[in-house]
């Protein structure tokens, strides 16, 4: 019944937003606020063979809210803000976290990200409340799959060109609440174009909180260095490679790897295939989440997907992983995957 409610309600919720959105194509008022969202439904399939905590197949149905809004202040300046809603049946969360941080029941509801952005030529400056994802790939770490007040980290981060080197940094603290101590996030990236290829280096220092270096590092040092590099080739205008390396200055399990083929088919359908390899202490930890790589932690296999554009508004996303467990974890430090896994998502996206 209720994974009924969650499809009837995310479809009802898709329907009526592209009746009364279809004809709106600038929702900017005279008083320069704009706003602007999607709807999401996501059906997830995850089968695991060796879970030592019972039931390794798991599926469900959920249905996301997203609403970005922007009120500009000035020339360059705007204050930004992201409402947050996701309706998941308690089977779901249970069984998959449902990506959210968060304080209370399974209709998760928040103003997740919020602050003002700055703009000057070249370069753009966040400050607040927002999505951090760091790396080529996101393979050090990435938040966009998340969702809730808790996850996101707030900061100063800046993008522009220093010459024709394209420059990120960033200085961030986490937002733990419920009494947790905070983590803080030190990231510079630099990466340079050369004919058709790109050549990226990074470097993060992260100093855990307490609870973050006691839940999550498996020396439990609050201090940790870590290092990427990343290297992009065209192979043709529609055929490209990526590939992004990182490694933590933990004692073992410190490396991981990222290698992604992706193709422009035509205007409409894109896709592609990665392999990654992402031990358990190369990437950056959160206090509940663990490893926070775009991939997964602990982890080494190989993932395929698929995009299909249905209009300018509208798509269908398909994506499959099949991985096996680096590590072996007991069932006292459960974090990471319980074992070999495969998962599968089918996504439909309605954006206005």
Avoid at 147 to 162: D, E, M, P, R, T
Avoid at 300 to 315: A, L, M, R
């Amino acid at each position: 019944m209720k994974m009924k409610k969650v499809a009837c309600m995310a479809a009802a919720a898709l329907v009526c937003s592209g009746v009364a959105l279809a004809d709106s194509q600038d929702t900017t008022t005279s008083s320069g606020f704009h706003i602007d969202g999607e709807i999401k439904l996501r059906y997830r399939v995850d089968t695991n063979k060796h879970d030592q905590f019972g039931d390794g197949t798991h599926k469900g149905l959920r249905g996301i809210l997203l609403l970005n809004m922007t009120q500009s202040l000035g020339k360059n300046v705007d204050l930004y803000a992201r409402y947050s809603y996701l309706n998941a049946p308690d089977e779901l969360i249970n069984n998959f976290g449902a990506d959210v941080v968060n304080d209370g029941n399974n209709h998760y509801s928040a103003l997740d990200q919020y602050g003002i952005e700055y703009k000057n030529h070249d370069w753009k400056y966040v400050l607040g409340a927002q999505n951090i994802s760091l790396g080529a790939t996101g393979l050090l770490y990435d938040d966009s799959r998340y969702y809730g007040k808790h996850i996101f980290n707030n900061g100063l981060q800046a993008f522009g060109k220093i010459g024709s080197v394209a420059v990120q940094s960033l200085i961030a603290r986490s937002n733990y609440g419920s009494g947790l101590n905070n983590d803080n996030i030190y990231y510079m990236h630099g990466s340079l174009p050369v004919n058709r290829s790109t050549f990226g280096f990074g470097y993060a220092r992260v100093n855990y909180g307490a609870d973050t270096a006691a839940s999550q590092v498996e020396n439990k040092e609050t201090g940790m260095n870590y290092y990427t590099g990343d290297f992009s080739y065209n192979l043709t205008n529609t055929l490209f490679f990526h590939s992004e390396f990182i490694k933590s200055s933990a004692a073992d399990n410190n490396k991981g790897v990222n290698l992604v083929l992706f193709h422009n088919f035509d205007a409409k359908n894109n896709g592609g295939i990665a392999w990654f390899r992402v031990e358990g202490q190369a990437a950056i930890q959160q206090e509940s989440q663990g490893n926070m790589t775009y991939q997964w932690g602990n982890a080494q296999g190989v993932g395929v997907f698929f995009n299909h554009k249905i209009n300018k508004d509208t798509t269908v996303s398909i994506t499959d992983f099949k991985m096996k467990q680096i590590k072996r974890l007991s069932e006292k430090n459960p974090s990471g995957m319980p074992g070999d896994q495969n998962t599968l998502r089918i996504d439909l996206s309605y954006k206005f």
